[in-house]
Every structure is written in structure tokens, then in C-alpha cells.
């Protein structure tokens, strides 16, 4: 095992986002051949990629977001039944660069650079991408996730690019993006064809202050916009606030949501309640209707507080032609990070699966379902029921990612990955779930030589 740029001590933590599960690891890691209990299937050949913010040098724990970190990936490539490598590594924006006591770039960095993608990862094209938003440029890593650079992914000529939720449709190639930057009239969404290449840009009338548009939804014909009561303030922005300390609530502003044709068009808007959408876990067309299943909390995680929200996965239709909006809980136990078989993007779907994480929504462990805390759960919508796939009580386990078996069928024929802390180590497992045996014990754990922290998205990368 090599490990490389040992930072040593982030600075004393004086704040929960820089401790336990949360912790920045301080170096990077490459390590072969893994320890694995149970047994790895044999025709996953690819990475599993997931990153966060693992923050360099914080000057001040207490005034650190979290959100703000730079960006760290970490992958495990499976190959032939075997964990051929994990390796961690921070996505080398300049500041990285500086803070490591690598060479700075030979040339002037465009600005929207300046940032270091923290909040996906995803492959397109053939190629593998650490993604933001809100107008940072994405950047490309190579196969064993070093930086490439800084690159063009989804841009256009008004300064947009791909984004954190970017969603690919299988059927046609296309990685469709809803691109917004704060202060700008309008949003974009944006279509990269499965080459790479963008070959259509709708630019989306939006309000002056800018709402904090982090997911959208994509149906097969349609377009679905969240214009939510959690928008940037442009005087904080102008002032010199980072835009992720620029965002505010504003409970005056009514919930919206807009539906635009995918080819482009009108965009028609319905109001809905004034709720926090953190993220989609698919829509698709239902005859004259769209059926959206989102998360959605009465309000924005409070860094302080994050117990204080409790989000909960609902469906919303909405009438095509009225546009009036009919709201029903799926299910009301704190949960976020949906994800489903991302061959059912914006189409209909019967399966999603969530995280419900206690060092995220701290009060999970204290709802009435006990064994909802530290979980992954399997939601069958169109019977109306779930499955949990709990793990220890202090292992906290992230976003889970579903891996389709390449000789499979049925919707839920594949596997759940996600790093889970292994306690018992002291490090993090990837943990590999059947999806049709949900309950029963992993197929696989392999064993990490290190600590992941809890983090945001990831994807799984299929070889070529
Ligand atoms: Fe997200």
C-alpha cells in the first residue's frame, strides 16, 4: 500500500463536519488486491466511484462549510471477481495544487476552475468526470483518478457547463443537464450527445434571485425545473460570500415547479408548496401526467442542526395540461441520496433506494422505526412497501449505487454499493448488496485500508 501527501492534523475540530464520520482523511491512498468477505460476482468489471468534500488546510474550523470542501474521489476498480485496487485522490484544482506543493499550472487557469468539483462523479463519453455547479467548470480525471484538468464538459458560449445532477438517458445517448449561475437571468439545460459533444442549449427565463436549483427532473418528452424558497443573495454574492454562504431562505418565496418540452419551448410553472427539493429519484410520463418521486423537507439542512429537517420521499403529478400539482407521501421516514436503475431514467420506474444516515439527519434514530437509522432501503412502489438493510449502529453508511448485472432482466436484477464505516476495523468496507435479496447478508464486504468519509455522489463505471 502506497501513501502519498500525508497532511497531517486539518486543524483542531471544532465543528461536526470535520470530525467522526465526517473527518477529512489526510492522505491519499493506493492499495491492491483487497481483502474480501463473501464473493465479488464475476461479471462486475468496472470502478465504483464516489466523492466529497475532504477539505486541505482549514484556517478555521468553526467558520468551515462543509459543502465547501475540496474535492475527493475514491474508487475501487472490480475486475474478474477481485478488488483489483482502491485508490483516494484530491481533484487538483489550483488552490489544491498549492496546498499539496505541486507545481502550479503552467498557464492561467480560467477562473471557473477555481473550484474543486466535490459533488459527483460520473463516466460519459468514455471518460470520467468529478462535477458542480453553480457555474464552476467540471474537471476530467484519468481511469486511476488523477486530475487531468479542468474541461468542457456540456459547455456553452454563456459561460454554462454540466452539473452535479447531470442524467444520462440510456436510450439515446444524451446526458441532459439543468445548468444555473447565480445572478444570471436565465438557467440552461443543456444536451451532450453520448460522443461528448453538446448539440442543444434552451435557455430558462428564471427570477432574479436566483434559486438553488441543485436537481431537476427528466421525463421522455419533458423537462421539469424546482424553483424553490432556497435561492442565492446576490447583494452576499457581489459582497464577496462564496456561493455556497450566499444561500438563503426566504419563506416568502413560493414553491414552483416547470415543465418545459425537452426539444425546448414555453416553460409552463405551477405552484406548489414552498419546500426544500434536495434531490429526484426519477419522473417519467403517465398519460396526460408526470409523476416526479423526489425528497423534499420543509426546509434546508441546518449545518447546526441537521436533525432539525426531516425529509421524506414523495410523489408529485402534475396535470400536462393544468398544470395543477397533486401531492402524496411515499414514505415519512427521514431519508435522502435516492437512486434507482439508471436504465429507468425518465422512465417509469418500480424501485428506488435511499440512505438514511444518523450523522446526517440526526434524529433518525430516534423515529418510531428503531431500526431506520444507519439503513439502505428498498422501496418496491408498486406494491407500496420497503425493505431495509440495516447496518451497526455506528456504521455510517452513505448513497447507495445501483450496479445492473450485464446478463440480468428484471429491473432490480443487479447489486446496492456503497462505502459503509466498518467499526470493527476502524476503516470502510465497500459493501455490495443483491437487490432481489436485500435483507440477507452482503455478497460481498471488500476491505478498505482506510476511513472514508461520509461524502456526497458516486456512480458506477462499467469498462468499455
Ligand atoms: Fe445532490
Known sequence: ????????SVGRAANRYLEGDFAPVAEEITA????????????????????????????DPAAHIWATGVGMVHGVRIRDGRAEWYRNRWVRSPGVLGALGEPAPASPVDPRAHYSPNVHVIGHAGRTFALVEAGALPYELGYELDTVGPC????????FSANAHSKLDTKTGELHSLAYIPGMPHAQHIVTDATGVVTRATNIPMPADTPYMHDFALTENHVVLYDTPLAYDLEALIAGAGPDSAIGWNPEHPGRLGVMPRSGGPVRWSETEPAHISHTL?????????VIDLIRADGPVDPTDPGAVHPTLDRWTVELAGGAVRRNRLDDRPQDFPRLNEAMVSRPHRYGYSAATAALHARVDEHPDESFANAIVKHDLH???????????????????????????????G??????????????????????DFTGPPVARIHLPARVPLGLHGSWVPDA
Do not use: C, W
Not at 468477505?37 to 477539505?55: A, D, M, V, W
Not at 419522473?283 to 408526470?290: F, I, K, M, P
Open 1 to 8: 500500500m502506497e501513501k502519498t501527501h500525508a497532511r497531517g
Open 415 to 436: 447489486y446496492l454499493m456503497t462505502f459503509a464505516h466498518n467499526p470493527d476495523r476502524g476503516a470502510a468496507d465497500l459493501v455490495v448488496l443483491a437487490a432481489q
Open 282 to 290: 426519477n419522473a417519467y410520463e403517465d398519460g396526460t401526467e408526470l
Open 32 to 59: 491492491h488486491d483487497l481483502a474480501v468477505t463473501g464473493r465479488i460476482p464475476s461479471e462486475l468489471n468496472g470502478r465504483y466511484l464516489r466523492i466529497g468534500p475532504n477539505p486541505l488546510g482549514v484556517e
Open 383 to 413: 406494491r407500496g412497501t420497503t425493505e431495509v438493510h440495516r447496518f451497526a449502529t455506528d456504521a455510517a453508511v452513505g448513497e447507495a449505487v445501483f450496479v445492473p448485472d450485464p446478463s440480468g432482466g428484471a429491473e432490480d436484477d
Open 152 to 159: 468542457d464538459l456540456g459547455a456553452t458560449p454563456d459561460g
